[in-house]
């Protein structure tokens, strides 16, 4: 499609395109400049479906919890779910990247009977669907994780407990059906023994695996979910006290009864290889490294006796690289060459997103935000 000329033609192309429901819908205006903030993405036709829900039931799709959530939530709450970095590109690459794969679908085969189940270290479970691990869950409900805990085991699902979780590993487990069906992730800090304290009361709670955050070392630049806080004109002080990071932390329970005078971030600057290695060799659980996406990478998760790898971008919060976590999956899948299981999250909404995500290789997906989106609204 070529420049159009000056001249009548292109007068009448603007004055039919003025009068045309794509600009008064403001769709054309969407097209040509910045994409919406996170939490005004939505499926079509979903930001009107949610004012009629009366019950999770109601929902046509997870994107009619989402707008309810939205609007059930305080604008600070929502603002650190719905954000990505920078300008949240990454975020949304999670979604489009989904499209660039298609599906060639075979016909006349009887699916009468479909088994969706897949074992992990020795565990099986019915579906290939488990729940990401979310901080701060009682910021979108009063019972938080211990809510999800019990859907998890209504649904026999597997469930990974954010190291910045609002309720206990131990109370999270017994709400799951007991040991081996929570793993739990870690944010190591940069106190090596506050790290291995934490990985070590998950063993004791029962944990098989431990899942290992290497996707922040860097930080995240989170404008979107700053804006939110701006807009949001509660008294926030009963909760976020004086005091900054060491006193949300304190608040967490996971670092009950540790030292923390020393501990400056969730995430190690310096970890590295060897810090992998030395965790591993550390703990008696299962280790799974999350945040890997190249194939150079998960060459060297095996080379360092890594069990499991979970192809993330933190759902867009880690890096504006732009590229999304279905993308970088087949080259980890090549990769590790079957040698260990590869998770994979980021962006999945949809039964064909996950489909798409198995058929390129993943041995089974994490959603986060979906659910919490149903957390939020019907707790």
């Known amino acids: 499609m070529g420049l159009m000329p000056a001249g009548p033609s292109r007068r009448r192309f603007l004055q039919v395109l003025a009068a045309s429901p794509l600009m008064a819908s403001g769709g054309l205006a969407a097209a040509f400049t910045e994409p919406q903030a996170a939490g005004q993405i939505r499926a079509a036709g979903s930001a009107t479906a949610d004012q009629m829900l009366k019950s999770a039931a109601d929902a046509v799709d997870v994107f009619d919890l989402e707008a309810f959530a939205e609007r059930t939530l305080p604008p600070a709450h929502w603002g650190y779910l719905a954000t990505g970095v920078d300008g949240d590109v ?26 969706q189940s897949v074992s992990i270290f020795g565990a099986t479970w019915p579906t290939p669907i488990a729940l990401a691990p979310i901080g701060s869950q009682r910021a979108f409900h009063s019972e938080g994780e211990m809510a999800v805990a019990r859907a998890a085991k209504a649904r026999d699902a597997l469930f990974v407990l954010s190291t910045v979780c609002t309720a206990s590993i131990e109370d999270v487990t017994a709400a799951a059906g007991g040991p081996g069906r929570v793993w739990f992730q870690l944010y190591a800090t940069n106190e090596w023994d506050v790290g291995l304290a934490m990985s070590k ?30 807009r949001d004109t509660r008294d926030c002080t009963p909760c976020h006290k004086a005091g900054g990071f060491i006193e949300t932390v304190r608040r967490k329970p996971m670092f009950d009864g540790l ?10 600057p310096g970890m590295n290889w ?14 799974v490294l999350k945040g890997i996406v190249t194939r150079e990478d998960a060459a ?43 998770l994979v ?9 996950i489909f798409k995500a198995l058929a390129l290789g993943a041995n089974a997906v994490l959603i986060g935000r979906p659910y919490i989106w149903g957390l939020a609204s019907f707790g």
């Open 274 to 287: 060897d810090f992998v290695k030395r965790l591993k060799d550390s703990i008696s659980m299962k280790l």
């Open 90 to 115: 990454t975020m949304r690459a999670n979604r489009d990247g989904f499209s660039r794969f298609l599906i060639r679908a075979r016909r006349v085969v009887d699916v009468t009977r479909v088994d």
């Open 345 to 353: 999250d980021g962006g999945i909404r949809r039964g064909t997103d």
């Open 300 to 342: 060297l998760a095996l080379e360092h006796g890594v069990d499991g790898i979970v192809v993330s971008n933190h759902g867009g919060r880690a890096e504006e690289s732009g590229r999304a976590s279905i993308e970088s999956l087949p080259e980890v899948v090549e990769a590790v060459a079957g040698r260990i299981p590869v």
């Open 201 to 230: 009361r998950a063993e004791r709670a029962g944990c098989p695996v431990l899942i290992l955050t290497v996707d922040l070392q860097g930080g995240s630049n989170r404008t979107t979910q700053t804006r939110y806080q701006k």
């Open 259 to 268: 030292d923390l005078s020393n501990v400056r971030n969730y995430n190690p």
